[in-house]
């Protein structure tokens, strides 16, 4: 289960870091507020969108699964 919540940890920091930035933040900073023809249709980021939520959701799974497991063996 740990191995779950390793793995869904890296790919919720890679998907979040895909996402295009809306401004105003530090994406600016870094050219992220530069408009090129390269950001990808809206098909894409509806996929990714949907990619990072259900990431969200398989982490967060995890992480209630392993605080129930640790829960009741008397290690919390």
């Known amino acids: 289960m740990s191995i ?6 890296a790919l919720m920091v ?9 401004g105003g933040g530090l994406s600016d900073l870094f050219g992220g507020g530069i408009t090129s023809s390269l ?3 809206s098909v894409v980021e509806r996929n ?4 990072t939520i259900a990431t969200g959701v398989i982490w967060f799974a995890s992480i ?6 640790f829960k009741g063996k008397g290690v919390g």
Do not use: F, P, W
């Open 4 to 9: 779950v919540l390793i793995i869904t940890s």
């Open 39 to 41: 950001g990808g249709s």
């Open 14 to 22: 890679l998907l979040v870091l895909l996402h295009k930035g809306k």
């Open 64 to 69: 209630v699964a392993l605080g129930l497991l």
């Open 48 to 51: 990714l969108d949907r990619l």
